[in-house]
């Protein structure tokens, strides 16, 4: 298979209908909704495709039941019926999972029960499956790995999980075909309001440092946690000092067996009154998260000692085999884009709204932020909607529609669950293009093979090692020391597909960072 490189060069000067910044489920969801109406799109990302929040996510396609907790019926309705929708257009990436929630004193198998019978009711027609009641010795079937002394049974419900980063890659492709120009490693310098609804956007290509400049009617920040530094300073009011207070979250993965079986498991109540998810995907155990204000926002933040104490903490009180700092294989830390209140000063980022704000200031930015990936659709509408009431954009249906994604099966049974390794079932109906690329046959590690990086260049605008181990294949994110062993092959392969610089030192320093620091030296 020989696919031209899909790194569409705008001209210098196009002219657009709608220009994003920012290439994640945001941005992306965005992208795609204006292109399938019919809108001239250009979309700039400034590092990869979901290489912000969107690829650091739990991978859960959820109502939220949390939310349900604190009254936020109308957010939960929209994501349940939104986590089916994401469900039946990408369904080799996105899927139904089946959680417990373990039970040690009877009043939690009656009040967490009662609570989850609600979550199904308000799925209505969206429910992936019935809620149950389970036994001790269901639960320990469904839980193989989880405590048994004190169990007393759980409650089986459903929710979705999903490859977060594939998922936005798949976004980013199909819009492309829907005919958005869409544009990794592209950051956006500045943007020059000429007159109400003329803006030039100067850009700059981080591979070369070319610089170049578009035109739009209408631009669209979607920046995540970066939005405040595109907004000029007179327009924060009445947000006087961000319009985003990030929370950080931590996830730990570990080796399956911790857990066993297909179920994902959450504990609704740590000994400290946080949640607690033990998730399988893609061969192992994902367990998080965490919810930690911070005051900036960098690229790779840290995981502080703190929260991956309290992962390792809980999940070793809730599973019968303690969970080590040692057995960690990977950490990773994402950004909430949480929308700040404008007295945030001091509170806890759990009670900020979760909701998205779209924002127009006064030189007709429009900014959106907040949300979250299951109701990346939603947002992308309503944003859609707010351009076309305020002439920033021509009239358009602005109804959700239901068409699949590029590479999704019209035959479902042939998926594979999520919770399996990764494997060459994650490109869809698009695995035989994968197939007809050279080295098919020849196995890099973690199911990766040197077609599927040849691919990641040819056809998924991978430029870096990162970008492949990282995002395409999730092997930084399942197996960080796995992923630095591999690095150096897959670095050769990139070069030989023309990239002259594949970053690999950088991409083996950041496989130290997703290790805890304990055993970083050893790494590689
Ligand atoms: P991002 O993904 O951060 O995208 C913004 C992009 O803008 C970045 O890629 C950045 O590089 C780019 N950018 C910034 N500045 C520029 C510039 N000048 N030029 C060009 N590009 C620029 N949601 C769920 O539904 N389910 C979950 O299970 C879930 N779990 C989560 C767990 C954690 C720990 C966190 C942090 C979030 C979770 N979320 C979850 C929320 C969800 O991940 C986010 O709401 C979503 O990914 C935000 O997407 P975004 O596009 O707004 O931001």
Avoid at 96 to 106: D, G, N, Q
Avoid at 268 to 296: M, N, Q, Y
Avoid at 345 to 359: F, V, Y
């Amino acid at each position: 298979m020989n696919l031209p490189r899909p790194r569409p060069v705008p001209r210098d000067g196009e002219r657009f209908d709608l220009a994003i910044v920012g290439g994640g489920a945001t941005g992306l969801g965005l992208a795609l909704e204006a292109a399938q109406r019919g809108l001239d799109v250009v979309l700039f990302e400034s590092q990869d495709f979901g290489s912000g929040t969107s690829s650091r996510s739990t991978k859960l396609l959820h109502g939220g039941v949390r939310y349900l907790a604190q009254g936020q019926l109308s957010l939960v309705r929209e994501a349940l019926h939104e986590r089916s929708a994401v469900i039946g257009i990408a369904p080799h990436l996105a899927q139904p999972l089946r959680f417990v929630m373990p039970a040690y004193a009877w009043w939690q198998k009656a009040f967490y029960g009662a609570g989850l019978m609600l979550y199904d009711l308000m799925a209505a027609a969206h429910g992936l499956g019935p809620t149950r009641w389970l036994g001790p010795e269901a639960t320990a079937q469904a839980l193989p790995g989880v405590r048994k002394i004190g169990l007393r049974g759980g409650i089986q419900y459903w929710d979705g999980q999903f490859d977060d980063a594939r998922l936005a890659l798949t976004l980013a492709r199909t819009a492309e075909q829907a005919s958005a120009q869409v544009r990794n490693h592209t950051a956006v310098r500045n943007i020059f309001w000429t007159g109400r609804s003329q803006a030039v956007i100067e850009v700059q290509d981080a591979l070369s440092n070319d610089t170049f400049q578009v035109q739009a009617r209408c631009v669209v920040n979607a920046a995540g946690v970066w939005v405040d530094a595109l907004r000029s300073p007179q327009d924060s009011h009445p947000h006087p000092h961000k319009l985003v207070q990030p929370s950080q979250g931590v996830h730990l993965v570990v080796d399956r067996s911790f857990l066993g079986g297909e179920q994902a498991l959450l504990v609704p109540r740590t000994r400290d009154g946080r949640v607690l998810f033990a998730v399988p995907w893609l061969g192992k155990l994902v367990l998080g998260t965490t919810d930690t204000p911070r005051d900036d926002v960098p690229r790779e933040p840290e995981a502080f000692e703190e929260e991956r104490q309290f992962i390792l903490k809980e999940a070793s009180a809730v599973l019968a085999r303690p969970v080590r700092e040692q057995d960690v294989l990977s950490q990773w830390v994402g950004l909430r884009p949480l929308v700040a209140a404008a007295d945030h000063q001091g509170s806890a980022t759990r009670s900020l709204s979760r909701e998205h704000t779209i924002l127009q200031d006064s030189d007709g930015l429009v900014t959106v932020v907040g949300g979250k990936w299951t109701t990346y659709r939603a947002m992308a509408v309503d944003v859609l909607s707010h351009c076309m009431q305020h002439g920033l954009l021509p009239q358009r249906d602005q109804g959700l529609r239901l068409s699949p994604l590029l590479g999704a099966p019209a035959d479902t049974s042939a998926c594979q669950p999520l919770h399996a390794a990764p494997g060459l079932h994650l490109y869809g109906e698009l695995a035989g293009q994968v197939l007809s690329c050279p080295g098919a046959e020849r196995r890099l590690g973690m199911g990766l093979t040197e077609a599927m990086v040849r691919y990641a260049v040819r056809a998924e605008y991978a430029c870096t090692v990162e970008d492949v181990l990282a995002r395409r294949w999730r092997a930084l994110f399942l197996d960080a020391r796995e992923a630095a062993r591999m690095a150096p092959q897959v670095a050769k392969i990139l070069h030989d597909e023309g990239i002259q610089e594949p970053r690999l030192h950088a991409f083996e320093a950041l496989c130290r960072q997703y290790l805890p620091p304990a055993l970083r030296s050893a790494a590689v």
